[in-house]
């Protein structure tokens, strides 16, 4: 029995490998456990990717993001709340120490439980906006599901992002059919500001949603919060750190009564014939939500960096802390993806690539990076160029930052100096110093003659008068 238990052991520490990258620690704020059970699927899925699971009440004593100043949790769910404040453990502050200390954050909205003010205030702090009135709801009369919202129409039906979005098929892959479409049943919608650049949309709702109060007696809504492609319903932000961070608008798209649902199409939804019944893809896409907000999917790494002079290639003399100005260099650095449960060589969407920056205080070069190998875990990009003809310190530098994949920020830097006094060329290999040269040996030669002229020529005797005196 003993070769077994060892053999368990093996395999319980394969799985917990197969987990985020940035740890496996979960906090799962619910306010009662009774409500655990609408969402068993998905924290069955959690825990069987390797997530370690603490589930707590947000009052509770036991609440704690941080321990002796360090995280004590990797990654935070919060699922609504009925009350109207979450406790002196979740206050915005915290949270956003939580996120600027690594942690990652994955949040649920629903119009039956009033948003507390602690995520009002989060919200804010993250230029991301709510309707004003709590119980607001995303209707759409075009695009929502007849069979169970056929007078309500407040369960609003929206194709896959990677279907009509290309920037995030890499993420969010689908099975490739127009008529597989996602279920946002009675969602709150967000409204996104221009301050931060941060912020990215992945779900948006479609032309014909609007926001809507279904506590009024109207029928009509004059003043909407906002409106088709100004509302996102599911909304992500990745920190300069790339801590990650999303709002989800409807908590019930991830209770199991949805994960199996059967949806039918209204008249105006893009996708399968009207009228038809679709399978919802809401287990898929909350799985691909969750994974890459607990980083299980879009996180780069740098394997390796390297630089060299080209004629050293075969002395083997790498990343050199001095160059000489005009130097033939190459520079190449390995980059690794990790995808779920491993890391594999990375390449950069359809039309993107990885570039390179010479600078000193601006750019020399700015250069794209060529894959030219592929090893099991990497991908190798290069390039080759000349320096420029001017002295200091430089920096060579890969900035690659894009939407959905943790920023890869690397930064070497070297001296490049001037020619040394016996690195110059000779004047002879110059060609335009010949008329300079020839000048020179020009003045030379004829000074030399002139000399010989002068010291060699025999002077004229002198003629005497009879009387002595010297003839003219």
């Known amino acids: 029995m003993r070769w077994f238990s060892s053999f368990l052991l093996l395999v319980a520490a394969a799985v917990v490998q197969a987990v985020s990258s940035s740890g496996n620690k979960l906090l799962v704020v619910l306010e009662e456990l009774a409500d655990k059970s609408k969402y068993s699927r998905y924290l069955s899925n959690l825990e069987a990717r390797g997530f370690s699971i603490a589930y707590e009440s947000p009052k509770s004593d036991k609440v704690s993001l941080f321990t002796l100043g360090e995280r004590a949790y990797d990654h935070l769910l919060l699922l609504p709340a009925k009350s109207k404040g979450l406790g002196p453990h979740l206050t915005p502050k915290l949270m956003l120490d939580f996120i600027n200390a690594g942690g990652n954050?994955?949040?649920?909205?629903?119009?039956s439980n009033p948003t507390p003010t602690a995520i009002v205030s989060l919200l804010l702090e993250l230029d991301i906006h709510l309707p004003a009135d709590r119980s607001s709801i995303v209707i759409?009369?075009?695009?929502?599901d007849t069979i169970s919202a056929g007078e309500k129409h407040d369960v609003v039906l929206v194709p896959r992002p990677d279907a009509i979005r290309p920037?995030?098929?890499?993420?969010?892959?689908?099975d490739g059919k127009g008529g597989e479409a996602i279920a946002f049943p009675r969602g709150v919608g967000q409204s996104l500001g221009n301050t931060s650049p941060l912020l990215t949309p992945l779900l948006r709702a479609p032309r014909s949603a609007y926001v809507y109060n279904a506590q009024e007696d109207t029928d009509s809504t004059?003043?909407?919060?906002?409106?088709?492609?100004?509302?996102?319903?599911?909304t992500t932000m990745q920190a300069r750190n790339s801590a990650r961070f999303t709002v989800v608008g409807s908590a019930e798209m991830l209770e199991d009564a949805w994960f199996d649902a059967k949806v039918k199409r209204s008249a105006g939804m893009t996708g399968a014939p009207v009228g038809k019944e679709l399978k919802t893809s809401n287990q898929?896409?909350?799985?691909?939500?969750?994974?890459w907000t607990f980083k299980e999917i879009g996180v780069l790494k740098t394997v390796n960096i390297e630089h060299h002079l080209n004629e050293a290639v075969s002395q083997n003399i790498s990343n050199p802390k001095i160059y000489r100005v005009k130097n033939d260099v190459t520079y190449s650095i390995e980059l690794s993806e990790y995808s779920w449960d491993k890391w594999v060589p990375f390449t950069p969407p359809a039309g993107d690539f990885v570039q390179l920056e010479f600078s000193m205080l601006s750019p020399f070069h700015r250069l794209p990076l060529k894959a030219v190998k592929t090893t099991s875990t990497g991908t190798v990009y290069t390039t080759s160029f000349k320096l420029p003809d001017q002295h200091g310190i430089f920096n060579f530098k890969v900035n690659y930052k894009r939407p959905f994949y943790t920023n890869v920020e690397e930064k070497n830097t070297v001296t490049v100096r001037h020619f040394a006094h016996d690195e110059w060329p000779r004047s002879w290999v110059i060609t335009g110093a010949w008329p300079w040269i020839a000048g020179i040996g020009a003045t030379v030669t004829g000074w030399v003659a002139f000399v010989a002229l002068w010291l060699w020529s025999k002077p004229v005797p002198l003629k005497l008068?009879?009387?002595g005196k010297k003839l003219q």
């Open 167 to 174: 920037d995030v098929k890499n993420f969010f892959r689908g």
């Open 465 to 467: 008068s009879k009387s």
């Open 284 to 291: 898929a896409f909350a799985t691909e939500v969750t994974g």
């Open 140 to 144: 759409d009369h075009f695009n929502h």
């Open 222 to 234: 004059e003043d909407a919060f906002a409106a088709g492609q100004q509302l996102s319903l599911i």
């Open 105 to 111: 954050i994955l949040l649920t909205l629903s119009p």
